[in-house]
Nanobody, 123 residues
Framework: VQLQESGPGLVNSSQTLSLTCTVS??????????WNWLRQPPGKGLQWMGA???????YYDPDLKSRTTISRDTSKNQFTLHLSSVTPEGTAVYYC????????????????WGQGTQVTVSS
């Protein structure tokens, strides 16, 4: 499987950040794979943000839940992250990743990874 993130590299504070992950080599509807978003701020560890299941159900980190939506387009084999009301603390490398089952984990070995995309939130 290959995953590729796309989206703007620069977002203004208070705006909504939207990133899309395009998946090839596997369908996002196949049981029991989950399609995740994680991020790594500079100098900090990985943070799991949320996931969308092969069923279409979505799961979120409780601390981000009020600002996060993950959706999918099965016709394009893509899933998308929307993070609203971003602040400069949202500056990070954002990754999409596949896991078998819902992991809610920040362990690299739990996932197949995209290459990541840098997003900077300007103040």
């Amino acid at each position: 499987v290959q995953l590729q993130e796309s989206g703007p590299g620069l977002v203004n504070s208070s705006q909504t950040l939207s990133l899309t992950c395009t998946v090839s080599g596997d369908s996002i509807t196949i049981s029991s794979w989950y399609w995740n978003w994680l991020r790594q701020p500079p100098g900090k560890g990985l943070q799991w943000m949320g996931a969308i299941a092969y069923t279409g159900g979505a799961y979120y980190d409780p601390d981000l839940k009020s600002r996060t939506t993950i959706s999918r387009d099965t016709s394009k084999n893509q899933f998308t992250l929307h993070l609203s009301s971003v602040t400069p603390e949202g500056t990070a490398v954002y990754y999409c990743a596949r896991s078998f089952g819902l992991r809610r984990s920040s362990e690299r070995s739990d996932y197949n990874w995209g290459q990541g995309t840098q997003v900077t939130v300007s103040s």
